[in-house]
């Protein structure tokens, strides 16, 4: 349910309201716009009469949220939420260009990448340290190291650092080290960890998409996370399972203008993972962008040929070089 004040509603009257539904035992989310000020109810809002609220004077009107998803919902917050990363904004009239590598493979591997990608203007520097593999005999991440390794390239680049969070017992080597939690696509629906990452991780999180997953069932994933008391979560589509095996995934554009319009998070494209192809990455980058993504994220590596995880859908340096360059004079026509 969400409250509409009028504008300028005086701050005692607006008071008043929100001292009887907190009464009734329900949060309250305020998003202050520029002229109006809205509050959505979290709750057992079968508590609330509705009409106990219309008959005060400085509500405007009073809505039923449909959607399952509340905190996520563009209702709640007409606004786009602009999520500070370490200082790197992601959303509203920004766009947010992560790249590196699938997985760190070595100190030298990392930092020679993270100068690259610096000087193309990239805004962070992504890493698996943790790997989901498809098999337990395929390279599983380098773990701890890796993110120590992270750590160094950010010392000497100021790039954020971004890698995926597999498990509970990470969380606090997380929290040190990493500036945005990945929760991965097989880790979308993993609700208890979720519910840890909502209630432990006190960074901004980048909840994939799963392989299979509406966008009801991807939203009500960030609404875990938010529910349980990280407000910070942005989006990214790396495409989905289709019948079509060509490709390693469909990339669905379709999911930025739907989501720009359920919900106020920021969304962000990962074409690497989507076409499984370095050749797809290029023009599906340039169509997000076209299509109004917040953000693109690219698996870059010096030497595709001998990584350890996802060459073939991996760019070289100078082609994230010349990439990049094209993504920002093409959000500047957007
Ligand atoms: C990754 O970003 O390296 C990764 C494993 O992504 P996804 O969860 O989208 O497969
Ligand atoms: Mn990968």
Known sequence: MIIVFKPHAEEKDVKRVLDKVEKLGLQTHISQGENTLVVGLVGDTTRVDPKRIEVEESVDRIMKVSEPYK?????????????????????????TLIAGPCSVESEDQVLQIARDIKKSGADMLRGGAYKPRTSPYSFQGMGSQALDYLWEAKKETGLPIVSELM?????????????????????????????????????PVLLKRGLSNTYEEWLMSAEYIMAH?????????????????????TLDLQAIP?????????????????????????????????????????????????????????????????????????????
């Open 71 to 95: 905190l996520a919902n563009r209702m709640f917050h007409p606004e786009d939420t602009v999520i500070d990363v370490s200082g790197v904004k992601v959303g509203g009239e920004h766009l």
């Open 167 to 203: 498990a509970e017992k990470h969380i606090d080597e997380f929290n040190e080290k990493v500036d945005l939690v990945q929760i991965g696509a097989r880790n979308m629906q993993n609700f208890d960890l979720l519910k840890e990452v909502g209630e432990r991780i006190q960074k």
């Open 229 to 249: 008391g990280n407000p910070n979560v942005i989006l990214c589509e790396r495409g989905i399972r289709t019948f079509e095996s060509y490709t390693r995934n």
């Open 258 to 334: 739907v989501l720009k319009r359920l919900t106020h998070l920021p969304i962000i494209i990962d074409p690497s993972h989507a076409g499984g192809k370095w050749w797809l990455v290029e023009p599906m980058a340039k169509a997000s962008v076209a299509a109004g993504c917040d953000g693109v994220m690219v698996e870059v590596h010096n030497d595709p040929e001998s990584a350890l995880c996802d060459g073939p859908q991996s760019l070289k340096p100078d082609r994230f070089d010349s990439l990049a360059k094209e993504l920002r004079t093409l959000k500047e026509l957007v």
